[in-house]
């Protein structure tokens, strides 16, 4: 696991390499959160966010400074998509009531709190959708540990179950298990995905086991609703994980402490398959 978030890695390089922004447009408190389109999301996704790459999304929020500045985008899928099939009834749920936040990233001239600002006006505007649970996860392999659905009081759930990555030969680059379903859909499935695994382990690539991801949900329905989901999942709650102050150390649970971040970004990959 990183020892540093991916998306802190990539701000700290970004604000090195260009210097500090205009200070008109780090104003927090004037940014303003609201729905965006998919085109303005992908323009920060693709730059800053690790896995690198666009969901098959529903809908998507922007923080905005200066009334036009994008600085940072939430992506969400809604009816489906990487919450899992099985999770919203495991809430008593089903799937148009659960929005699952696939990708998230901020600018690196965007000040403190602007990734917590961003995804606290992004609920509240979920609930007026009428959707009654936020799914999210902090992908270790990112060096995420979750720190902004801690300081926005999600619930962490503990670690989902393993999945299965691909390494790129070249890069060393790793890929989530969608990479297969990814090629086959470019090719407008002409190739099962089956048949595109095995053309990308043809291609060098390496298959192994992912790191169990951290999950986090926020309830968004109210009262009773609200109170009948928290205990459908009384006992899965778990203390947030905390990165130790020494980074080499590797993760551990503490308590009354929160942490964490998001995931190595998928732009780089040269083997065309």
Avoid at 59 to 86: E, K, M, S, Y
Avoid at 177 to 199: E, V
Avoid at 237 to 264: F, N
Wanted: aromatic share 8%; proline share 4%.
């Amino acid at each position: 696991m990183l020892s540093k978030a991916w998306q802190r890695q990539i701000r700290d390089s970004k604000a090195k390499e260009m210097g500090n922004y205009e200070e008109s447009s780090r104003d927090l408190a004037n940014a303003v959160v609201r729905t965006c389109s998919r085109s303005i999301a992908k323009k920060v996704i693709l730059e800053y966010e690790w896995l690198g790459t666009m969901p098959m999304s529903s809908w998507h929020t922007g923080i905005f400074f200066d009334g036009w500045n994008c600085g940072g985008v939430a992506v969400f899928c809604i009816g489906g998509g990487g919450g899992g099939v099985n999770m919203p009834k495991q809430f008593g749920l089903v799937s148009g009531q659960v929005a699952y936040l696939a990708r998230g990233a901020c600018a690196y001239w965007t000040p403190t709190g602007t990734a917590s600002k961003l995804i606290g006006h992004s609920l509240r505007m979920a609930r007026t959708r009428g959707l009654k649970l936020a799914i999210a996860y902090a992908d270790t392999d990112a060096g995420e540990i979750g720190t902004v659905y801690q300081s926005t009081n999600w619930l962490c759930i503990g670690r989902g179950a393993k999945t299965k990555q691909m390494i790129h030969p070249v890069t060393g680059r790793i890929y989530d298990q969608k990479l297969s379903y990814d090629r086959a859909r470019q090719t407008k499935f002409s190739r099962t995905r089956s048949q595109a695994r095995r053309l990308l382990l043809e291609h060098g690539f390496i298959e192994q086991d992912s790191n169990p991801k951290w999950r986090y949900i926020y309830i968004l329905a109210k009262g009773e609703e609200g109170a009948s989901i928290r205990a459908r999942i009384a006992d899965l709650i778990v203390p947030y994980p905390k990165r130790l102050k020494d980074s080499s150390e590797p993760l551990d649970i503490l308590s009354r402490e929160g942490g964490a971040t998001p995931t190595q970004p998928l732009q780089s990959l040269s083997v065309k398959v």
